[in-house]
C-alpha cells in the first residue's frame, strides 16, 4: 500500500503548492492562465509525443483494457442519459463531464500503483494509449469545435477569425489542435518504429516531465475560487459525477471482467484498480483551456481523489 501512499503524497503536496502560490500572489494576478496555457499547449502535448512515441503496438489489445474501455463506455453512458435528460447540459459541459467520470489519473497514480500493487507497470499502458489516443482527442475536438463555433474560450478564442465552417471546420480542428497534433505524431513514430535522436528527444522529454507539476499546480491555485464541497445547485451534478466515476465504474468493472470475460486473480484486480482510479488532472487543463465546466472538472479531480484513497485500499483488500 506505500505506492498508493506515496501516489496520493505527491498529488496533495503540488496541489497544495499551487493553493499558496495563488493564495499569497506569489507569481501575480496573471500567473493561472499564463500557466495553463503552458500545460495546454507545451507541457502536455510533450508527454503524450514522448510517450506515444515509445509505445509498442503489440501491447496495445489486453483484457484490461477491453474490460475498461466497457465500463468507461457504460459509466459514460449513464452520465450523458442525466446530462441531457435532467441537468440539460451543452456541448461543452457534456464533454468535460462525460471525461470526468471516465478518464483516470494514471500518471500520478496508475503507475505507482501499477507497480507496487500489480508488481506490473505494463498493465497501465494500453488504457493510457486509449486515453490519449481516443478519450481526449474526442473531447477536445467537441471543445474546440464549440470554441471556434462561437462561445466556448472566453479567454482566446473570442478574439481569433473563426476559419471555416461545416465539414471543413470539424475536419480542421484535429490539425488546429496542439494535443492532437502530438498524439498522432507519437503515434506515427510508435506504428514505424522510427526513433529521432536522442539530441532531438531529450529537450522533449524534459519538457513534457513538467506536464502533470504543472497541471497540479493550476489545480491547486484554482481551490482560491471556492471549495469543492459547497452547496448550490451545482452540488448535485458535482456528486453524481464522484459517485459514477469512484463506485459506478469500478463495481461496473469487476462485473464485466468476472462475468463476461471470466477473469480472475491479478488480471481482474488489475482492471478494477484501473477503473477505481480518481479523475486525471487533464481534464480540469482541457475545462480550463475552453472555460467549459471548470469548477465541475475542479470538484471531481478534487473530490475523486479524497473518495480513490478508500475505494483503491477497498478494492486491493477484497480482491488482492
Same mark, same amino acid.
Given at each position: ?6 501516489? /496520493? ?7 497544495? @503548492?499551487?493553493?499558496?502560490?495563488e ?5 501575480? +494576478? ?6 495553463a ?10 508527454l ?10 503489440? @501491447?496495445?489489445?489486453?483484457?484490461t483494457?477491453?474490460?475498461?474501455v466497457?465500463s ?6 449513464? %452520465?450523458?442519459?442525466?446530462? #441531457?435528460?435532467?441537468w440539460r447540459s ?8 462525460t471525461?470526468?467520470?471516465? %478518464? @483516470? ?5 496508475g503507475i505507482?500503483?501499477?507497480? %507496487?500493487?500489480?508488481?506490473? @507497470?505494463? &498493465?497501465? &499502458?494500453?488504457?493510457?494509449? /486509449?486515453? /490519449?489516443l ?7 475536438? &467537441? ?17 481569433? $477569425?473563426?476559419r471555416?465552417?461545416?465539414? #471543413?471546420?470539424?475536419i ?11 498524439s498522432a ?5 510508435? &506504428? ?6 536522442v ?10 516531465s513538467a506536464?502533470?507539476p ?21 452540488? #448535485? $451534478?458535482? %456528486? ?15 462485473l ?21 482510479? +480518481? ?6 487543463? /482541457?475545462a480550463?483551456?475552453y ?8 470538484d471531481v479531480v ?19
Amino acid at each position: 500500500m506505500r505506492g498508493v501512499l506515496t501516489g /496520493f503524497v505527491t498529488i496533495w503536496g503540488v496541489i497544495g @503548492v499551487g493553493w499558496l502560490i495563488e493564495r499569497f500572489r506569489l507569481l501575480g +494576478p496573471h500567473a493561472r492562465p499564463v500557466l495553463a496555457r503552458l500545460a495546454f499547449f507545451i507541457t502536455t502535448p510533450a508527454l503524450l509525443f514522448t510517450t506515444l512515441a515509445a509505445a509498442t503496438p503489440a @501491447v496495445m489489445i489486453t483484457p484490461t483494457l477491453v474490460v475498461f474501455v466497457l465500463s468507461a463506455g457504460v459509466t459514460a453512458a449513464l %452520465y450523458v442519459a442525466l446530462a #441531457t435528460l435532467v441537468w440539460r447540459s451543452g456541448w461543452g459541459e457534456l464533454a468535460i463531464g462525460t471525461l470526468s467520470v471516465c %478518464y @483516470v489519473n494514471l500518471a500520478n497514480l496508475g503507475i505507482p500503483i501499477a507497480a %507496487y500493487v500489480l508488481g506490473d @507497470v505494463s &498493465v497501465v &499502458v494500453p488504457i493510457l494509449l /486509449f486515453q /490519449f489516443l481516443v478519450a481526449a482527442p474526442v473531447a477536445v475536438t &467537441v471543445l474546440e469545435s464549440q470554441a471556434r463555433h462561437g462561445g466556448a474560450d472566453a479567454q482566446q478564442t473570442r478574439s481569433e $477569425p473563426r476559419r471555416g465552417g461545416g465539414v #471543413t471546420r470539424w475536419i480542421g480542428v484535429p490539425l488546429r489542435n496542439p494535443i492532437l497534433t502530438a498524439s498522432a505524431l507519437g503515434l506515427a513514430l510508435a &506504428v514505424t518504429g522510427w526513433r529521432p535522436p536522442v539530441e532531438v528527444m531529450r529537450p522533449i522529454d524534459v519538457i513534457g516531465s513538467a506536464a502533470v507539476p504543472v497541471a497540479l499546480l493550476v489545480l491547486g491555485m484554482s481551490l482560491n475560487d471556492g471549495r469543492p464541497w459547497e452547496p448550490g445547485p451545482a452540488a #448535485t $451534478p458535482r %456528486y453524481t459525477v464522484v459517485a459514477l466515476k469512484a463506485v459506478v465504474q469500478p463495481a461496473v468493472a469487476y462485473l464485466i471482467g468476472r462475468y463476461l470475460f471470466d477473469l480472475s486473480g491479478t488480471s481482474l484486480l488489475a482492471a478494477v484498480l484501473i477503473a477505481a482510479l +480518481p479523475t486525471g488532472q487533464n481534464v480540469f487543463v /482541457f475545462a480550463s483551456r475552453y472555460g467549459r465546466g471548470e469548477a465541475l472538472a475542479r470538484d471531481v479531480v478534487m473530490l475523486s481523489t479524497l473518495v480513490a484513497t478508500v475505494c483503491l485500499s477497498t478494492v486491493a483488500y477484497v480482491l488482492g
